[in-house]
């Protein structure tokens, strides 16, 4: 039987008591506070299921109609205009259901594969007292700021089996959202946080940081005052985030020196640092080596997605079995808007072995 939002919420607060009063070690709580959530998000996905209204307008619905009938008739399909473009945006709020993260980054659409995006920082000029009204000094750091993106192509394989094509066809149309979703959210995730910025990848959030914006670990071991070092770089936004993987997120909890204990319940209950909020993905890096970048702070809405208006779906057929295989491409780009507005924290030197000289 499912648990209600309130027994949820009072079996967390169980866990706070106890991690409070010593009952409960700080990993035991850790594992069960990230159950709880986890079974308390999926109840609010399933609520939030139930209550969401069919906001599709009529230029949506005919471009999933168009590939429900495609997909019958086996062909080849490009979709384009205004209900494609809408079409992509729908995609990308349905795949951030699926990866939480996604909603938070900007995301400019393009009208197809050929369109140069232009994507524009939130960030305006700060505003200050004039002495006089003769002039104003023009600010240096702060301004709208624009890049230009052209959209790359991403590549998915969606098996639709023969029982699915026979299917009505409001069946079909019902289901394609979500198979779309499942098949890029993963991989806009990835890009987001590690792509390369070459060879069509994105430019990921842990790539090229502007070295002054670093902070370094004293050892090779990532403690939690290295974390709050790092929180405290944006710590003036609200809406500001770090950005770790789970192992580098364990190893910070497992440090059990002095200083630790002041952060340590803020982080594993509420898992914010200095009121910074940390996010926990499995598509952040793990870096081991010395100079690796463990986690990047920032404010996710200074990320920008570009994205074109465009589908095209191409059927691959296979002998001997009933499935068709569709290579569905969509077109993407993205990048920091504003570089530094993004501060990183890397790995420092590993500790000398004892008898080594320091020479040596």
Not at 98 to 119: P, Q
Not at 183 to 204: P, V
Request: glycine content about 8%.
């Amino acid at each position: 039987m499912e648990k209600t939002i309130n027994e949820i919420n009072a079996e967390l607060r169980n866990v706070s008591e106890a991690l409070k009063n010593g009952t409960m070690e700080a990993a035991e709580a850790r594992g069960s506070i990230d159950n709880i959530k986890a079974q308390k998000r999926a109840v609010e996905q399933r609520i939030a299921g139930e209550n969401r209204p069919d906001t599709r307008d009529s230029g949506v619905s005919g471009v999933y109609a168009d590939i429900a009938s495609a997909m019958r008739e086996q062909r080849k399909i490009t979709l384009g205009g205004t209900g494609a473009v809408n079409t992509v945006k729908g995609l990308i709020k349905e795949a951030s259901l699926k990866i939480d993260f996604l909603k938070d980054v900007k995301i400019f659409t393009g009208a197809n594969s050929e369109t140069r995006v232009t994507i524009l920082s939130p960030t305006v000029a700060r505003p200050e007292s004039v002495p006089g009204t003769d002039s104003v000094t023009e600010d240096q750091q702060a301004r709208l700021v624009s890049k230009v993106l052209t959209p790359k192509p991403f590549v998915s394989e969606i098996g639709v089996s023969l029982s699915a094509l026979t299917l009505g066809t409001a069946d079909i149309e019902k289901e394609l959202p979500g198979i779309f979703a499942d098949a890029y959210a993963e991989g806009w995730a990835r890009q987001i946080m590690t792509g390369s910025g070459i060879n069509n990848d994105f430019e990921g959030l842990f790539v090229n940081v502007p070295a002054k914006n670093t902070v370094q670990s004293k050892g090779n071991r990532i403690r939690l005052a290295d974390l709050a070092m790092l929180s405290l770089q944006r710590r003036e936004f609200n809406d500001a985030c770090i950005v770790v993987s789970p192992t580098v997120f364990a190893e910070v909890i497992s440090d059990d020196t002095p200083e630790s204990a002041v952060y340590k319940q803020e982080l594993i209950f509420n898992e914010k640092i200095h009121g910074v909020r940390v996010l926990i993905t499995s598509f952040a890096p793990s870096g081991e080596a010395e100079g690796s970048t463990v986690a990047v702070a920032g404010r996710l809405q200074d990320y920008g997605m570009a994205v074109a208006g465009e589908l095209q779906l191409t059927p691959i057929f296979t002998r001997g079995t009933t499935t068709v295989s569709y290579q569905a491409a969509m077109f993407a780009n993205g990048c920091k808007i504003v570089e530094n507005d993004f501060w990183q924290l890397t790995r420092g030197p590993a500790a000398k072995s004892a008898g080594k000289s320091e020479k040596a």
